[in-house]
Structure formats: C-alpha cells, structure tokens
C-alpha cells in the first residue's frame, strides 16, 4: 500500500524514492509484523484463554510429560502470526503484483483450514478436529486454484517446468502434469510443517529460518541481473515475494516470542498449515520447489518419520520409532524438550546453508 501510494509521489520529495527498493520495504515488513504481533499478542492470548478455559487437548497416546506441561495451554495462536503476516504484507508489498495475491490466498486460506480444524478439536474437547480425507481435499482443492493462478502468471514453458538444483538451465518439462505436483508441494509443505509443530518452539524457528531463505531467493530470482549472473531461473515480479517472506519473518519472531517454552500459546493447525503452504507457494512461485526440500528439510524429515512409522506397523506390525513424529521418538529416550528444540533449529540452520548453496553451485 504504501509503495502504491508513495512512491509515484518520488519526483516531488525524493524521501519517497525509498520505497522503490526491495530491502527497504522487506526490512519495513520485518518490523511491522513483529511490532503487530507485540501489540496485539497480549490481548490475543487472553481472549484465548478467556474462550478455551482448559487449553487445547492433549493427545492421550502422547507423550506422558504433555499431559502435565502442556495442559492449559490455549491453541489457535496462529491467528496472530496471520494478522501480523496480512498487515505487513499490505502495508509495504506492491498491491498490483498478481504474486502477493496468491501467496496471500493460500496463507489465508489454509489458516482457515486449520482454524476450523482447531475449533472442532476445543468444541469437541478431542485431538481429533476435522476428519483427515475432509482437511486434505480442501487442501488440494485451493492448492489446485493458487497453482493455477501461478501458471497463469508466470506464463509457460517456465511456469510449467521444474528446475533442478545445481545444474544450469536444466528444466524438467512437466505440461499438464505441473498443477498436480505445484499441489504435492503446497499440501506436502503445509502438512510437514503441522507434523513439525509438537513441542514449545519446534516449528516456528525453522519456518523462520525458510522464510529468511526465501525472502533472498525471492529477491535474486526477481532481479533479471542477478539471475543470470547465478544461473537461476529467471521470474519476473516474484522479487516483491521478498516482502512477504520478510513479513512471515517478523511475525515468526513476534510469535516465537510467546511460544518460546514454556509456551503461552500454541499456533495450533492454524497457523501451522498456513506458514507451510505459503513456504510451498512462495517456492513454486520462484520455480524453487526442490530447493524447498532441503532448505525445509528438517519438515521433510518429520514427515517421512511418520510416513516409515505408519508403513512399517502396517507391512510388518512393529514399529521403528518410540513414537512418530520423530521429535516425540527423542522425548521417549528421556531427551529434554529444550534439548530437542535447540538441536532441531540447529539442524535447520545448517539444511537452510546447504540450501542456499545450491544457488552458486552451477
């Protein structure tokens, strides 16, 4: 909003030629989200509380430790990461980049995805909300609109074809099959992402660390200079994805500043399945989807945790985990909860340094 209206005023005060550049504005979004959410968070959190009284519920096949530690404790808090998210990312992204949009879309819709979902759990007063088959199609349903929007944008070949790290200008052609994968990325992020988030923390640090990744390769696969100075794809106006991903930074810090353990609130699927699928758009938005899988790898591997636990018991009846996903299998060795939180975001930094390495590597 305010490079719409600011900057064409430039030529009359030159203060105003500021908002023409991308790291002003990303660095203005960073601040914004994290000062909404500081704002807003206090009386957040005890409208929550005031409604939910007992806090989210604990899974009774979980963890022991949870049920005394975590009791309480309000859920839904993912809905301040999704206001302090919108209002940066209006304030200071360009308004008229089809980009913004989209990515808004999916944030939005998915946190309300998970808003329902989370509403059931406390109406209810189960671990079980909104029945798996139901949550994935409407998954796939808006996944299947925003990766459309996508190609539309971005226009084809390019739009529909995948670009595989390291190797220069090596695209996988994929057609008409491109949607059904854009999703697969979409889907997939958003529910690793909610699998992640189990403990005071765990999630909400790596998604930053993503969105800090992104916010640059964002930045360098918009600027036609730098692209092809690197040997990246090429993707006019995805640059201004840099203000978003600046923004799910700030609020990720603002949030993070509640959830640091022992935690006021939780993002519950709220924000969990948002924060993932606006990962997901933004990387398919800059033609990085594979690179998403390494710099988020630490998602991927909580996911695949509780994919070989599933696969195992049902092929075989046993198990190759205490418990899936793989945070909760730590826990069960009598692993600490900060231990295992301070080791996971460390595991992250290091996948997000090889993730970006793979932009020089050609």
Not at 285 to 290: D, N, P, S, T, Y
Request: charged residues 10%; proline residues 4%.
């Amino acid at each position: 909003m305010l490079y719409n209206l600011l900057y064409p005023l430039a030529g009359d005060l030159q203060v105003f030629n500021l908002f023409r550049y991308l790291t002003f504005r990303s660095g203005g979004a960073v601040v914004t989200a994290l000062l909404v959410s500081f704002l807003i968070g206090p009386a957040t959190i005890r409208w929550l509380r005031k409604k939910q009284r007992e806090g989210q519920p604990i899974r009774l096949d979980g963890p022991e430790s949870h049920l005394l530690t975590k009791k309480g404790t309000p859920t839904m808090g993912g809905v301040l990461i999704l206001v302090s998210l919108t209002v940066a990312t209006l304030l200071w992204a360009d308004l008229a980049n089809g980009y913004v949009w989209v990515v808004l879309l999916i944030t939005l819709s998915f946190g309300g995805v998970g808003f329902a979902d989370d509403f059931l759990k406390l109406t209810r007063r189960s671990s079980g909300g909104l029945r798996s088959r139901l949550k994935l199609l409407w998954q796939c349903l808006i996944a299947l609109v925003a990766v459309s929007l996508l190609i539309r944008i971005t226009g084809a070949p390019l739009a529909t074809s995948v670009a595989v790290p390291v190797f220069k200008g090596l695209f996988v052609p994929l057609g008409l099959a491109f949607p059904l994968f854009g999703m697969l990325v979409l889907v997939g992020a958003s529910n690793a992402v909610n699998l992640t988030d189990g403990l005071d923390g765990l999630a909400i640090v790596p998604v930053m660390i993503a969105a800090g990744c992104f916010a640059l390769i964002a930045y360098l696969a918009g600027n036609v200079i730098f692209a092809d100075y690197l040997g990246i794809p090429y993707v006019a106006g995805t640059g201004e994805l840099a203000v978003f991903c600046g923004a799910m930074v700030g609020a990720s810090l603002g949030f993070l500043w509640f959830n640091a353990p022992p935690a006021m609130v939780f993002m519950g699927d709220t924000g969990s399945l948002a924060t993932g699928g606006a990962l997901g758009c933004v990387a398919v938005a800059v033609k990085h989807e594979l690179v998403l899988g390494i710099v988020g790898g630490l998602f991927v591997l909580e996911a695949v945790s509780v994919i070989v636990q599933v696969a195992s018991f049902k092929l075989t009846g046993r198990r190759v985990f205490r418990m899936a996903p793989l945070h909760h299998h730590f826990e069960k060795k009598g692993w600490h909860e900060p231990t295992i939180v301070i080791r996971f975001w460390i595991i992250a930094s290091v996948l997000a340094l090889v993730g970006l390495s793979t932009l020089k590597l050609r």
